[in-house]
């Protein structure tokens, strides 16, 4: 790494820090600061449109996410757009109220998270495309919120566990576990993630449907970032609660639970903004709409594995990956 994104990172940091003492000082954040690299028009091309049209792309906290704001920011940064960056905000629902007050014009989001989370919904539908028509006509109704560019990618909640668990227990699916569960408890134990640990979309919804006895439990509540190491050894736990497209389940060999009986909601990543800058700005959802359609959930995860296995920088790692498709020149 050079010593002039090294300061970068410093600056980055020190720059969310002052965010988020201004989030609770004054209930709300600032406007953002620049985009940590340059790029030019590639495929993407100046909109006149959009020239000089300042836009605050947001996002939450993790690798994941913070790739998806980048890469809205490189495409609107070579049409032309002044934009600011505002990824890494703490929580979905600190970056739900920035949407929401005009803080940030928009950003990737999930299907489940708006379905489940912001809209209060219990029950998720089974169809990807359903499930993103469902909260996009909710969204506006409700809130004014557009809904729009949906990619491939399903950043939904998994179990995983080592190869070694799967050849030693058998266990391909969902109820599979639940059966481990109820008959050998031990041979079960679980590492869980906080939200994981307590959502509706997450165990105790996932014991409700599986017919999980939860006091045989043997889970461990755990920080989401631990969960793949620990289940990799097989020490601590055999099983364990992942996003499934990050990047370290392929990296340590960790195997998928199939949802057999089709528990967990889509969570698909699309394009949210506000009614009234969707309306101003047509020209952004055209410009988002190839990038979203390449997020297959292979693509985003070996994004997020050169983050969190190879240690690179999520900005980087999304400028590289926009100028390898051609949508933006390096500078």
Known sequence: MTRRFEGWRRRAAASAAAAVLTLIAACGLQSGGAVP???GPGSIRPVPELDGVSITVGSKDFTEQNILGYLIEFALSAAGARVRDLTNIQGSNSVRDAQLHGQIDLSYEYTG???????????????????????????????????????????????VMSTQTAQQTGVTTLSDYARLINTD???????????????????????????????KVH?????????????????????????????????????????????????????????????????????????????????????????????REPAEVARDWMVAQGFVTAR
């Open 113 to 159: 998270t708006g379905w489940i989370n912001y809209l209060g919904n219990e029950t998720p539908i089974p169809d990807e495309i359903g499930q993103f028509e469902a909260v996009r006509d909710a969204d506006l109704a409700a809130h004014n919120i557009v809904w729009t560019a949906m990619a491939p990618m399903n950043n939904t909640y998994a179990l």
């Open 219 to 311: 889970k461990q509540i755990v920080q989401d970032a631990l969960v793949y190491q620990a289940t990799a050894d097989s020490k601590q736990c055999r099983f364990g609660s992942v996003a499934a497209t990050d990047g370290r389940i392929p990296a340590l060999d960790l195997v998928l639970l199939k949802d057999d009986l089709g528990f967990f909601p889509k969570y698909n990543a699309a394009l949210v903004m506000r009614k009234s800058f969707a309306d101003a700005h047509p020209q952004v959802a055209e410009i988002m709409a190839p990038i979203s359609k390449l997020l297959t959930n292979d693509a985003i995860t070996e994004l997020n594995r050169q983050v969190d296995v190879n240690g």
């Open 185 to 215: 408890p031990a041979a079960a134990a679980t590492c869980v993630g906080t939200e994981f640990n307590v959502r509706q979309d997450g165990f105790p919804g996932l014991a409700r449907k599986y017919g999980i006895d939860t006091g």
């Open 37 to 39: 690299l340059q790029v």
